[in-house]
C-alpha cells in the first residue's frame, strides 16, 4: 500500500509517497492544468491512500483521485504533523502528509482530523473559530489583521498591536502610503489616485488610528475643510469634495465635524434636486441645447440639476457616502434624506433614465465645457431582464451598496437579485455561474468567499486580496453570512472608486 500526500495549491499539487515498507518518493510538483499526469502519476503507485488536505479547491482533486484509489479529506487545523513543523511550505506539506494518513492507518484508528467523504456533504469542514484561527496562522499581514479586527471577538491588544505592527512593515502596504504621499488627484482609474490609493489602503486594513495614515491624510483633510486650494471648479471640485470625503469617513473619520458636514450638505441638496424632478432630468430631444458633434448621441442634463456642472442628480458615490457612515452618525434629519435618495433610486422612473445620465454644461471665465458623466446608481436587472455581461460584474458590487440601507433590502429588486444568486446555487453548497467561466478547468473556477460583518476575506493562506468577477465559482464557508456582503472594492466596474 502507498500512501500519499497532496498539497494542493491554485496553479499546482505537491504529491509526496511513502509504503508501508517505509520506502519513499522523491515529492513531485504536477500542475492543476494537467489532471491527466496526476492521474497516471497515481496508477504507477497503485494500490494507494492520499490525503487531501480540505482547504478551498479541494474538491475537483478529490473527484478526480477517488475512482483509482482512497482519498482522505484532512481536517486543515489538526494535520499535527505540519502544524507542529517549524517551517510550513508545500514540500513539508506533502511529505508531513503521507506520513500522518500511514501511521493512521496502520494502527486502524480513526483520527479525529479526517473527515469521511459522506461527512464533507453534511458538515462544515472548518468551524467559523477554525478558519479565523487557520487565517491567523497562514494568513498575510492583511488578512491576518482583518481577521483579528473584524472577526475574533475580543483579541488580545497585545496580538493586536503586533499584527498592526506587521501590517505597516508590508511592502504592499508601503507602496501604498508612498503613492498617498505624492497623490496630487482626486478621480481616474489609475493607482495614483487618491480614490484608489486611500480605497485599497482601507482595504487592508489601514484607517486613523494608524499614526503615518493619519498624518498623510492632514493634508487632505485641509482640502476639504477649504483651507486648501482646490484647482479645479464645477463638476469636478463637486466630484472631487465627495470623493475626498467617502474616503476620510471610510478611513474612520466619521465624527470629523468636516466631513459630517459635507455629507450633510451633499444629501440635503440632491434631495431637494429630486424632489422637484418627476424623472424629468434631461431635455427633451428636441429642444436641447448646443453640444459638441462628438456628443451627440448623448442627452443633455437639465441646467437646473447640474448647475454650473454641479450635478444635484444622486451618484453612485453619494451611496457609497452615505455606506460609510455607521448609524445615527448623520443625525436622523441626513438620514431621512438619505432614506428619500435611496427610495428615489429604486423607483422605475430613475432606472429607466439613460446609463450615466448624459451631459453637464458647464460655464465657468467664459468657456463653457461638456461633460459625459457615468456615475447614475443603475442596478442590474432591475427590470426583470436578462443580465448583460457588464451587469453581471456589477450585481455583487450593487448588492453590497444597497445592503447598507433598509430600504434597499427590503426592495424587490435586492430579494430578487439574491434568488438569482441562489438559483447557482449547487448541491455542494458553492455558486456556479453559467457562462464562460465554464470553459474554464475546475481548479481555476474555485475561489472561497467569506462575508461576514462587513469584512471580505479569502482562505487562501495568502496575503492576496483578489476578488472575484461573478463569472467563477464561488465556494461559500459554513459560516453566518450576512445580507450585508463585505468591502468589495479594487473590483468591477467601480474599481476606479477602490471601494
Known amino acids: 500500500m502507498w500512501y500519499a500526500g497532496a498539497d494542493l495549491s491554485r496553479r499546482s499539487v505537491m504529491v509526496a509517497m511513502v509504503d508501508d515498507k517505509s520506502r519513499r518518493v522523491r515529492p513531485r510538483r504536477l500542475e492543476c492544468r494537467e489532471p491527466e499526469r496526476i492521474v497516471k502519476l497515481m496508477l504507477d503507485y497503485r494500490p494507494f491512500k492520499v490525503v487531501i488536505e480540505a482547504s478551498g479547491s479541494y474538491r475537483w482533486l478529490y473527484d478526480l483521485l477517488a475512482p483509482h484509489g482512497e482519498v482522505v479529506l484532512a481536517h486543515p487545523l489538526r494535520l499535527k504533523a505540519i502544524w507542529s513543523g517549524r517551517a510550513k511550505t508545500d514540500k513539508v506539506d506533502g511529505t508531513q502528509e503521507p506520513e500522518g494518513c500511514e501511521s493512521a492507518c496502520r494502527c486502524n484508528t480513526e483520527v479525529d482530523w479526517c473527515m469521511s467523504p459522506e461527512a464533507r456533504d453534511v458538515c462544515p469542514v472548518m468551524?467559523?473559530?477554525?478558519?479565523?484561527?487557520?487565517?491567523?496562522?497562514?494568513?498575510?499581514?492583511?488578512?491576518?489583521?482583518?481577521?483579528?479586527?473584524?472577526?475574533?471577538?475580543?483579541?488580545?491588544?497585545?496580538?493586536?498591536?503586533?499584527?498592526?505592527?506587521?501590517?505597516?512593515?508590508?511592502?504592499?502596504?508601503?507602496?501604498?502610503?508612498?503613492?498617498?504621499?505624492?497623490?496630487?488627484?482626486?478621480?481616474?482609474?489609475?493607482?495614483?489616485?487618491?480614490?484608489?490609493?486611500?480605497?485599497?489602503?482601507?482595504?487592508?486594513?489601514?484607517?486613523?488610528?494608524?499614526?503615518?495614515?493619519?498624518?498623510?491624510?492632514?493634508?487632505?483633510?485641509?482640502?476639504?475643510?477649504?483651507?486648501?486650494?482646490?484647482?479645479?471648479?464645477?463638476?469636478?471640485?463637486?466630484?472631487?469634495?465627495?470623493?475626498?470625503?467617502?474616503?476620510?469617513?471610510?478611513?474612520?473619520?466619521?465624527?470629523?465635524?468636516?466631513?459630517?458636514?459635507?455629507?450633510?450638505?451633499?444629501?440635503?441638496?440632491?434631495?431637494?434636486a429630486i424632489r422637484q424632478m418627476i424623472f424629468d432630468a434631461l431635455y427633451p430631444v428636441d429642444a436641447e441645447p448646443k453640444k459638441p458633434r462628438h456628443f451627440r448621441s448623448k442627452r443633455v442634463v437639465r441646467r437646473e440639476y447640474a448647475p454650473n456642472g454641479v450635478c444635484l442628480l444622486p451618484y453612485v458615490y453619494d451611496l457609497h457616502l452615505a455606506a460609510a457612515f455607521p448609524p445615527g452618525a448623520l443625525g436622523s434629519e441626513t438620514e431621512g434624506h438619505v432614506k428619500e435618495i435611496v427610495r428615489h433610486v429604486l423607483h422605475p422612473g430613475y432606472q429607466r433614465l439613460p446609463d450615466g445620465y448624459g451631459i453637464l454644461i458647464e460655464d465657468h471665465d467664459g468657456t463653457t465645457r461638456?461633460?459625459?458623466?457615468?456615475?447614475?446608481?443603475?442596478?442590474?436587472?432591475?427590470?426583470?431582464?436578462e443580465y448583460t455581461a457588464r451587469e453581471a460584474k456589477a450585481l455583487l458590487l450593487r448588492l453590497e451598496m444597497m445592503s447598507t440601507f433598509a430600504e434597499g433590502r427590503q426592495s424587490e429588486w435586492f430579494r430578487r437579485s439574491l434568488r438569482h444568486l441562489e438559483s447557482f446555487r449547487p448541491a455542494d453548497g458553492g455558486y456556479l455561474r453559467a457562462g464562460r467561466s465554464n470553459t474554464l478547468p475546475p481548479y481555476q473556477q474555485e475561489w472561497w468567499l467569506r462575508i461576514r460583518g462587513g469584512a471580505h476575506v479569502e482562505s487562501k493562506a495568502a496575503a492576496s486580496t483578489v476578488m472575484h468577477p461573478l463569472g467563477v465559482r464561488l465556494r461559500e464557508p459554513a459560516l453566518p453570512a450576512t445580507h450585508r456582503f463585505g468591502s468589495l472594492g479594487h473590483c468591477g466596474e467601480d474599481r476606479k472608486a477602490g471601494w
Not at 475574533?152 to 508612498?178: C, F, G, H, I, S
Not at 492632514?218 to 476639504?224: H, P, S, T
Not at 443603475?378 to 431582464?385: I, T, V
Request: hydrophobic share 40%.
Open 370 to 385: 461638456y461633460y459625459a458623466v457615468g456615475w447614475n446608481v443603475a442596478l442590474p436587472g432591475f427590470f426583470g431582464k
Open 127 to 272: 468551524t467559523d473559530q477554525e478558519l479565523a484561527e487557520r487565517l491567523l496562522s497562514d494568513a498575510g499581514p492583511a488578512l491576518r489583521y482583518r481577521t483579528a479586527r473584524d472577526l475574533l471577538p475580543d483579541p488580545p491588544k497585545r496580538q493586536m498591536d503586533a499584527y498592526r505592527r506587521e501590517l505597516v512593515r508590508d511592502a504592499e502596504v508601503r507602496t501604498w502610503l508612498a503613492r498617498l504621499d505624492r497623490c496630487q488627484h482626486m478621480h481616474n482609474g489609475m493607482n495614483d489616485r487618491f480614490e484608489n490609493i486611500l480605497g485599497r489602503l482601507t482595504d487592508l486594513g489601514l484607517d486613523r488610528t494608524f499614526a503615518e495614515l493619519e498624518r498623510l491624510l492632514r493634508r487632505f483633510r485641509a482640502m476639504l475643510a477649504g483651507s486648501a486650494p482646490h484647482d479645479v471648479k464645477g463638476m469636478w471640485q463637486n466630484l472631487n469634495t465627495v470623493i475626498l470625503a467617502i474616503g476620510l469617513a471610510r478611513a474612520g473619520y466619521t465624527d470629523d465635524e468636516v466631513v459630517v458636514s459635507t455629507a450633510r450638505a451633499r444629501f440635503s441638496d440632491v434631495c431637494q
